[in-house]
């Protein structure tokens, strides 16, 4: 286990000490709770779309890292960037060799 800073100490010490107390939601807060759930779920519609092999096997490695469906695994990429909340993090998976020299450019 990594050490804590000293913020994470302190939320340690005042969980142990008792200090956090549980709350309920209000009604308006659990309404409005549900309804973004609902919406992130709602799938009404279909698409098919054409991957190249090592990239389907890169995406289903990194949906089994999730432990999640790949489908599932695609669905939550692209929700994520279409509502701006998409987030590079590197995998512990070594990217392989396009053999195209793997020279991205940036910008």
Do not use: C, W
């Not at 939320?11 to 759930?37: D, I, M, Q």
């Not at 890169?58 to 669905?75: H, K, N, S, V």
């Amino acid at each position: 286990m990594k050490k804590l800073d000293a913020f994470e100490e302190d939320l340690l010490v005042s969980y142990e000490n008792g200090e956090f107390k549980s709350t309920s939601p209000s009604r308006t807060e659990l309404t409005k709770f549900k309804a973004a759930a609902t919406a992130t779920f709602i799938k009404d519609r279909r698409i098919n779309i054409r991957l190249s092999s090592p990239d389907l096997m890169d995406i289903q490695a990194r949906a089994l890292e999730e432990g999640i469906p790949y489908q599932t695994f695609i669905a939550s990429v692209l929700h994520k960037y279409a509502s701006g909340r998409l987030v590079e993090k590197t995998s512990s998976l070594t990217p392989r060799s396009t053999g195209r020299g793997d020279k991205r450019r940036s910008g």
